[in-house]
């Protein structure tokens, strides 16, 4: 245990290592922020002093070695275009990303856990295939339209939902439903795909023959053998999600890190930049390390394996 | 005798109807000065007025000019301070910071103008730049010296700190905006003045370079803060949580979030209508209309062109107003064709301007004339008109320069998502020269915004090429001179190529020269025709800024600078 927790440890440093030099290099190729922020009217000389104001005026290599140098202490700087120290900025938006996140997973799982199981027992009805049909159109609609679709129906038609914002306890549905929307379709169908994999294996017929219930069978037994693999899958898909949350936060102006993103990225604010992307690499390996220890607790094989 | 007499009688008629003249010429330059000395004037419902829509405050509530039912023009009630409740405004965007002294265009602009006061107030409603007092009663050029101007500060005022609002409140706010270390964006408005002295308590004079008769329009634009808190507490702390004069205080800021203001006890001028206004940023456009039409917001800006029929078929309060900007673009007169003004001329014949606004803008904004800003601002020239779209003549000027037919093959490069509707209106241009029989293809290139400012500023990679499109924003001098002087030999960002020695001569002329003298009209037109004749640009149209709002409320208005009136909106 202490050794894969060491192993991803290591991993997390590279990762952020790796990131962060990419992104250091990246953003720099894209531009001088100095003439962001000047505007348009600003003067030669203005430019040349806000460039120097931001150290952009020292060389490439020594830019990188203090960027390094901050990495360790997770001090990005202030951020140019909010004259506040960036990582505080993310910090304070972050718990709003992950909220709008944690909810739309738990969403997709509370939904497409059941919908799997009921189109797969259920297969060659015609409420089985509706399932499978209803989840093809949840894959095939990328997250924004749906939520400007639920938009337009609960907030302008119905005036049920707030539209924009996390100020009230409702505003956090239709964000939620719009990024769980691509999420709750695929596992739908996975979930359908390995449990019909598993109704046909030796132990189910054993278990049925023993005369265990349906419920017993599926929840106990199929649920716990098709939880490994998409454990898996849900480790990859975890980046991603957060991908889509940038996404949904623009069409519902939701205060997480996505909006700060998208302007530090337009602004080319490179401190608020290498921050947020610096918390999001956290993140998604922080939760892939979350996965493997489910892995752990799930499946005996591999934890008789690490022992 | 009698003749000595009917002599002397004459000669004291002569010489009284001559002091009589003197005096009344006198009268009329005193009239006419005024011109740039203003005074507070008492307004009362029912008083006499001139310029309709003109606003004034009185006792802390809003009159406005209008006609009444007789036909006079007459100051009526518009507001009554605190009656207009909370309005949200749903905005794209907010400024990162309360930053006073940033480069200021809307939003920033109107931002600013609600929590710090200038010395000035320039008042759009009519759509003509009319100069009002604000931390300053009363401003007037020193007689015989006008590069030096005298502002008599309002007495018995004082920021929410205690600290009063003085000369010396006044020349330290200029002091760090004119200082090269403080980076202030407005700094570049400020770069002729020389000296700011502290006459008296409430008087402070300033002296320019030169003869600056914009001075006091552009002193609207930079705000007075409490100088010793905001040195005690440093720019950057101080932008945080700023106090000011402003007819608003901000009390709550989430940068790229929200903006609450409320009213401010201690503004200078006027009580608001509305005791609270919240911006609430909602970037993406679909999703801000939809939070107007859900009744989460009740203002909405920058509505897109193709929201427009349905929300005036819902009812919704459109409010269009023309930009104080011009779309244009810069033609590349270095080398090749487009040296030729031949060709110039005939690019700007080639395009149907009113097509832009009809196909693509919602038949909103207004065909630029041949000129840097929208009529009615300062320095624009009557005698200068549009090129109209004739595309026979824009061929036979192409024949006329000897270019072979489909010989030429240009870019042009645009913005995405910083004008409106700049890409579209890139590529309708773009199909619109293709028409010629001269052009074989114009490749449009659209640049994101970083790499479209290393463009717009020369440096990085990427040159400029054939067609550069921009807007020149007339904000906040509201006048062609600053716009005029982008095109004059050597100016840092013009590098086109362009050089005319008579058109830098008529503007060097015009600077010099009094805001409201018909002299200075005069040379500005001169150069105006001289750039239309040696079209180093291929003029555009003034794009829309388009705002929508509930039936609930009242008195959106927003002013020809692109400024929302937050002074008197309410709700009813």
């Known amino acids: 245990m202490i050794r894969i927790l060491g192993s991803r440890l290591l991993q997390l440093i590279l990762v952020v290592i790796g990131i962060g030099t990419l992104l250091f290099f990246l953003v720099r190729v894209s531009g001088d922020p100095a003439l962001a922020i000047a505007g348009s009217d600003a003067t030669a000389e203005n430019i040349a002093s806000i460039r120097q104001s931001l150290g952009l005026d020292r060389s490439i290599l020594e830019q990188y070695l203090t960027f390094l140098q901050n990495l360790c202490t997770l001090n990005f700087g202030e951020s140019y275009t909010y004259l506040l120290p960036a990582m505080p900025l993310i910090l304070a938006a972050l718990p709003n990303t992950l909220y709008l996140s944690f909810v739309a997973f738990l969403l997709a799982i509370a939904i497409a856990v059941p919908a799997g199981i009921y189109a797969a027992v259920k297969r060659n009805s015609f409420s089985g295939k509706a399932v499978m049909s209803f989840s093809m159109l949840g894959q095939s609609i990328p997250p924004f339209v749906i939520g400007i679709f639920l938009i337009l129906v609960f907030s302008v038609w119905l005036r049920w939902l707030p539209s924009f914002g996390n100020e009230a306890g409702l505003s956090i549905i239709m964000p939620s439903v719009a990024l769980s929307a691509v999420l709750m379709a695929r596992y739908t169908r996975l979930i359908r795909a390995y449990f019909l994999e598993e109704l046909n294996r030796g132990y189910v017929r054993t278990g049925k023959s023993l005369g265990f219930t349906n419920a017993r069978i599926w929840f106990k037994h199929i649920l716990r053998n098709i939880s490994v693999p998409m454990l898996s899958l849900i480790g990859i898909d975890l980046g991603k999600f957060v991908g889509g949350a940038v996404i949904v936060e623009a069409v519902f102006a939701w205060p997480g890190i996505g909006s700060l993103m998208i302007n530090a990225v337009k602004a080319r604010d490179y401190p608020l930049l290498e921050a947020g992307v610096f918390a999001i690499a956290v993140m998604v390996v922080l939760l892939n390390l979350i996965v493997d220890l489910l892995y752990l607790y799930i499946d005996p094989r591999i934890r008789a394996k690490v022992n | ?572």
């Open chain 2, 1 to 572: 005798m009698t003749r000595h007499m009917k002599m002397k009688n004459k000669f004291l008629g002569v010489f009284l109807s001559s002091c009589l003249a003197v005096s009344v010429v006198g009268a009329f330059n005193a009239a006419s000065s005024s011109a740039a000395t203003t005074a507070t004037t008492v307004a009362t419902v029912g008083g006499k007025c001139t310029d309709v829509l003109v606003q004034e405050y009185v006792n802390g509530s809003g009159l406005i000019c209008s006609t009444n039912s007789s036909g006079a023009k007459v100051w009526t009630k518009y507001f009554t301070s605190g009656a207009g409740g909370t309005v949200t405004i749903g905005i794209g965007a907010l400024p990162a910071t309360l930053e006073a002294y940033a480069a200021s265009a809307p939003p920033r602009s109107y931002v600013v103008a609600a929590i710090y006061s200038g010395l000035t107030r320039v008042d759009l409603s009519t759509g003509t730049p009319i100069l009002k007092p604000n931390a300053a009663d009363s401003w007037s050029q020193v007689k015989g010296s006008p590069q030096t101007w005298v502002f008599n500060i309002i007495q018995g005022k004082q920021f929410p700190n205690g600290e009063p609002m003085n000369a010396d409140a006044v020349k330290a706010s200029l002091d760090y905006v004119m200082n090269p270390k403080n980076n202030a964006g407005l700094r570049a408005k400020v770069l002729d003045i020389i000296k700011i002295e502290v006459a008296s308590e409430y008087q402070v004079k300033i002296t320019t370079s030169a003869p600056r008769y914009l001075l006091p329009r552009t002193l609207s634009t930079i705000p007075i803060l409490p100088p010793k808190l905001f040195a005690e507490q440093g720019a950057t702390t101080f932008w945080k949580t700023p106090i000011g004069t402003g007819p608003f205080k901000a009390t709550s800021f989430t940068p790229g979030v929200q903006l609450t203001l409320e009213a401010n006890p201690y503004s200078l001028r006027v009580k608001p209508s509305a005791t609270k206004i919240i911006f609430k940023v909602i970037p993406e456009d679909s999703s801000r209309m939809a939070a107007l039409r859900s009744g989460g917001v009740d203002v909405v800006t920058k509505v897109p062109t193709d929201s427009i029929s349905t929300l005036k078929s819902a009812n919704y309060d459109i409010k269009s107003i023309v930009e104080p900007a011009t779309y244009i673009m810069s033609l590349m007169a270095k080398s090749g064709a487009l040296s030729d003004k031949r060709v110039r001329q005939a690019f700007n014949y080639a395009v149907d301007k009113r097509a832009l606004i009809d196909g693509i803008n919602g038949g909103l904004g207004k065909v630029a004339e041949a000129q840097l800003i929208p009529k009615g601002l300062t320095g624009f020239c009557d005698s200068v008109s549009a090129y109209p779209y004739d595309l026979a003549k824009a061929n036979d000027l192409m024949t006329a320069a000897g270019i072979p037919k489909k010989s030429l093959n240009l870019t042009f490069q645009s913005s995405t998502a910083y004008i409106t509707n700049d890409v579209l209106m890139a590529q309708a241009i773009s199909q619109m020269l293709e028409k010629l029989d001269a052009v074989n293809s114009v490749k449009v290139e659209v640049l994101e915004f970083s790499k479209y400012l290393d463009v717009y500023y020369l440096r990085g990679a990427i040159p400029r090429k054939d067609l550069f499109a921009w807007r020149m924003s007339s904000s906040p001098d509201l006048d062609a001179l600053v716009q005029m002087e982008r095109y004059t030999t050597g100016y840092p960002t013009s590098n086109i190529g362009y050089s005319n020695r008579n058109y830098d001569v008529a503007i060097n002329a015009a600077a010099s020269l009094d805001v409201t003298s018909t002299a200075r009209t005069a040379r500005l037109c001169k150069a105006a025709t001289i750039l239309k004749e040696d079209a180093p640009i291929l003029w555009g149209i003034h794009t829309p800024d388009i705002w929508a709002g509930n039936k609930a409320l009242e008195r959106l208005t927003v002013d020809a600078g692109g400024n929302i009136d937050l002074v008197s909106i309410g709700n009813k």
